[in-house]
C-alpha cells in the first residue's frame, strides 16, 4: 500500500506492479491509458519522471515469467510500454537493467504464429533499441534471425505484423555491430530483393508505409563501410534508381523517392578527386622555412578548416546555440583590460611619415585663387553617383565615336617599356576585329614581349574607345606588368582590362525549380551506372599545359578554358559529357583547402546551347547559390558592342554534397558540389565566369593613380604611400584623404591635424571581392565634389588600407595569403616576416594611439557567403555578459553605447543595410581578428566588421533582387555619410555643408529595438532539398503515428472470436483513445477506481496529476 502522501499516479504504478488480480491490471492499465491518451505527450513524460517506464517494465517481467504467461494482461501492457517507451530516451537501459530485453525477444519467438503478439513483442523491441547497447545485445542473441524471420520472403499476410517487423529491424541495424553481422547473414541482398518484390507488386500503392520501411532498414545499414560496399556490390543503386524513376510520376509516392535518392548518395563509391595531389599548384618559400618542410607546413594545418570572415565558419555555424553561448567571451578582465603593446614603443617611430597631412607645409596654397576650380578633366573623374550614373546611361547608348583623353596616344613613347598585346598570326584586319580574337593569350602585359606596330591595346581604343569611369586600359596594363605573381602571369584577364559598368537594372534572385538537386543527383548517378556514355576527357590542366588544345582538334569537340591570370583560379577542367564539365578549384597558396572562389575564361562555345559546369571540390557547408544567388559571367563581345557588364548568369543553380573526396583523405573534409548551367548568347565568344565581381589588385593600383589624378589637389589632401612590402614583393598602398586647410594660418592647421582619424581595411580574404567594390565606392565618394564628401574630408582624416592580403588576391586565392593562414587570425600576434601587412597595419594603429590620435572609427570590409544584406559586427561587453548569462553585475560596468550609432543610421540610410543581423559580441573564437584586438589593445569604441553578402537583401527596396557592383558602391558611400552622425556637434564652421547633409541623412536619435544574432547561423530556412546526405534518414514514426499501429492491434484484430466479441459490446473508438482491451473494460471502470478526497488515502487521480 502506498503511503497516505502518495499521488493517485504513484498508487496506480504500485498496483501496477503488485497486482496479481487479471480485473484489476486490466483496469489500472485501461485508466492509465485514458489518462494518458486524452492528453498531450506531457503527461506521459510526468509519469516517466514519476517511475512509470519501471513500473510497466517489472509488471511484464512478472507477468511473462510465470509458467502460463497471460496474454489477456500481456497484449494490453506490451501496447502501453511501447507507447510510453517511445517516449523514454532510457528505455533500453532500463529494460535492460529490468532484464526485459531477452524476455520480450523470448515471447516473440514464443508466438511468431500469433500476429497479434508477434506484432506487439516487435513494436516493444523497436522502442527497447533506441538505446544501441540493447540493440547489439539483441544482436548477439540472434534477435535479427528471429525478426528477419517475419520479414522475408515477400507475403502479403499479417501485415501489419510484417510492417511491425521491418520496423524493429531498422532499428536493430542502428548497431554497427547488428549491420555487420546483416552484410555477413547476405541480409542486404535480401532486403534490397524485398524491396523489389514490393515494388512490382505492390501496382496500387496501397503498401507505401512498407516500401518506406524497407528503404529505412538500408539506409541504415549504410551507415556503416561495410554496408555501402555491400548494397553497391549487390546492385543496389541501380535497383533504387530503376525503381525511383517509375515513382516519379506518382506525387503519394515522394517519400520513396526522396529517401531512395538519398540512400543512392550515401552509398555512391568515394571518388579521390582528379588531381595529383591535394596541395595547391601555387607553392611559395617562406622565410626562414625550407622548401623541403613545405608538407610538414601543411600537415600543421587544421584538418577541419576553419573558415570565418568574423563572420561565416562552416564548422562552428554547425554548432548548436548553447555552443555559441559557450564560445562568448565572459572573462570580464579580457572584455576590459587593454594588453600591452606587442612591440617596443621606439619601434613606432618608422609610421610617423604614414601621417604626411600632420607635416606638411602646404606652401602650394600661397599662389593662386582659393577659389579656383578644377579642371574639366577633374570635373569628369570627379562627380557624385548622379553623375556617375549619367555617364554610364552615355556610354551604353552604343560606343563612343571620339576618343577618351587616355586613349589619345597610340604607342608608348621611346624608351618606356611597351605594354605589348600581340595577335596570333594571321591576325584579322582592324575593322574585323571579333571577341575570338581577344582571347587571353593574346592580351599580354609581359614587359619582355615587343612589337613594331601598335600593341592590341591602342587598337582596341581606337577602334572602341575607353569609357569606363575611373578605369584606363593603359594604365591596367602598366599596373598588371608591375604585379608580382607566384606564377609569373603575363596574360591579362579581358574583364579587368576593360573594365566594367553595372548594368542597367538590377538583377532579380533566380528562382529555383522544385527538385533541381535532385535531377542534378541523378545526372550523376548515371556516371556510375552508365560509364560507357561519359567521356572524361581531361580539356584544361594548370599543371599540364599540353592539355589546353583547341577544341576544333578534338572529338567530341569541347570547350576551351585558361585562368593563369590575375585573380584567376580554375586548376582543372574535365569534359564528362558532350556539354558538361567538372570543373577543380586550386587550393589556397601553400596550402591544401580553401577552395571556393573561381575565375576563368571559357571559350570555343555554340551559341543557344545549355552547359552544365559542375565545381566539384567547395568545401563550405550550404552556400547562398541554394537561396537564389547566381555566378557572373562577363561577355567580351558584349563588352566590345558598348555593354561591358559582369552579369549575373546560370539557370538550375543547387549546391550540394558529392562523392568525391581529397586525394590525401583528411578526415571530416567533404567537398560539395556547386552546379548551375549556363547558356551562351554568341558563338565562339571568349567569356569569363567568376564566384563573384572580379576586383584584381592591379585594378586597385590604376584606380589609386586616376584617383589621384582626378582630385584637385589645393581642395583635397590625397596621399598614397606604401605601409610596407608583402611576402612576394608586391606594395601594400596606404591613401590618406582629408580636406586640406583653407590657408596656412595656425588655426586652419591646428584644426587640420587635430581632425580625428578614420581606420578603413579590406580584402583581408581574397575571395570577398565584394569588398573591394565598396571600398572602391567609398574612396570614389569620398574624393568627389559631393558637398557631404567635402564636409567629412573637413571633418575626419582618411587613413584607408583597401586591400590588406594582395598577394591572395593576385594568385587566386580564397581565404589565405602567402603563409598559407588566415590573415584575420593574425591581429594578436602577427609575424613580421610572415604576415607583414597585418604587422604594419598593427604597428600603425599603436602609433596612432601613441601620438594622442586614436582612431574615432576602424572598420574592416568582407564579404559574407552564407547570409543576406550588409550588416555590422562590433565590440560590446555588456551584451557580451547579457548573452552569456555571466553572473557579473553589469550594472556597475560602464559603456558607452556609441558603439550602435553608425549601424543605426545605417539602417535608416543604407537599403541593404540590416540592424537586425548586427552583432556586438565578442566571442573566443574571434580574439585575434581585427574588429577584437583592435576594440581591446588599442582602445577603439567603434571598432567593426562590415559584411556584404553575395547574394542580396530580403528587406527594403532591394528585396528580392541581387547586389550588384553599383548597389556595393553605394555601401561604401553610405557608410561614409554615416560618419557624419558623430561630428555634427563639431562641424559648425561648414553649417551650409551639415544644413545639406543633415537633410540628406534625416538624423534624429531614436533607438531602434535589437538584438545581437548568432553570427555564425544562417539566416535562411533550411534548404528545401538536403545538401547533406550523410545526416539524412528516412523520417522516424512519431509517436502518434506508433500509437495508431499500437490501437490498431486490437481494434481490427485477426482472431476473429474477439471479433467477434467486440462487435456484440459494440465498442468502437478513436484512435486518439484507449483500445488495449476494449472486451474487457466495463464502462464504469474508471469510475470505480477515481479516488477522490476523504477515502482511505486521500488520493485524487484526476487529470490535475498528469497534465
Known sequence: MAAPSSSGLEVLLSSLQNGDDTESMLNTLNVLDELLSAGTDRRIHYMISKGGSEALLMALVNTARTINPNYTILLPLLHLLAKVGQRDCRIGVKAEKAEAVLLTLSLLRQNMNHARRAAACLWLLRVFCSSVTTATLLGRNRGLDAVFKLIYPHTTKHLRTVKAAIDALAALLCSKANCKTAVAKGYISDLLKLYEDWHINDASHEHVPIRRSLLHCLHHASNTSVGRTTLVAEGGIALLYHTTQMCLATKSLECLVESAVQLMRKCYPKCPIALTSDQSVHRFPLPGRPDDGWDDVLGLQDDSFEDDSDDDNMENEESDYKDYEDDLETDLNKLRARPESDRPLEQLAQYMHLCPELHHDFQDLDSGSEGEGSSDEDSLLNGNFEDKRQRERHFRAGPKSSHSPSSSDTCSKAGEEKQSLTLKEGHPEESQLKAQDFHSHNLSCSRTKQSDHCSMVDRLLEKYGACVPHHDPRLY???????????????????????HLPPRGQEPMANRRPHVQRKKVFEDIKRLLCPEDIINKVVFDLEDPSTQCSSTETHPPSLRFFSKFECGNLRKAIQVRSHEYDLILNADANCFQH??????????????????????????????FNYGMQPVLYSVREALEGRPHWMRTGSEICYYRNHFCPRRGQKRTNFYTLTFMVTFRHEEDVCYLAYHYPYAYSALQSHLQLLEQSVNPRKVFFRKQNLCSTLSGNPCPLVTITACPTSRAWKHLHQLRNRPCVVLT?????????????????LEFLCSSDPVAESLREAYIFKIIPMLNPDG????????????????RQWMKPDPNLSPTIYHVKGFLYYLNSIGRTPLVFCDYHGHSRKKNVFLYGCSMKETLWQSGSVVDTASLKEDPGYRTIAKTLDRIAPAFSFNSCNFLVEKSRASTARVVVWREIGVLRSYTMESTYNGCDQGIYKGLQMGTRELEEMGMKFCQSLLTLRRSTMLYSSRLISHASNLLDLDDSLLDHKSQNCFEDDEPPCVEEIEFA???????????????V????????????????????????????RLFPHLVHAESLETLTMKKNTCNSIDITNEYLS
Open 477 to 499: 596594363a602598366a599596373s598588371a606588368a608591375h604585379t608580382k605573381s607566384i606564377a609569373n602571369y603575363s596574360i591579362l584577364a579581358f574583364p579587368d582590362f576593360w573594365g
Open 595 to 624: 577552395h571556393q572562389w573561381f575565375y576563368f575564361e571559357v571559350s570555343g562555345m555554340v551559341a543557344n546551347a545549355p552547359y552544365r559546369f559542375n565545381i566539384i571540390n567547395c568545401e563550405k557547408g550550404n552556400s547562398q
Open 762 to 778: 579590406a580584402r583581408v580574404h581574397p575571395g570577398e571581392s565584394n569588398a573591394s567594390w565598396v571600398m572602391k565606392g567609398t
Open 809 to 824: 588576391v593576385i594568385n587566386g586565392n580564397h581565404r589565405c595569403s602567402l603563409n598559407g593562414q588566415d590573415l584575420n
Open 1031 to 1045: 545526416s539524412y534518414t528516412c523520417q522516424d514514426q512519431g509517436g502518434d503515428e506508433l500509437d495508431t499501429e
Open 1047 to 1074: 490501437n490498431g492491434n486490437t481494434s481490427s484484430a485477426e482472431d476473429e472470436e474477439e471479433e467477434r466479441e467486440k462487435e456484440e459490446k459494440g465498442q468502437r473508438r478513436s484512435d486518439r483513445k484507449s
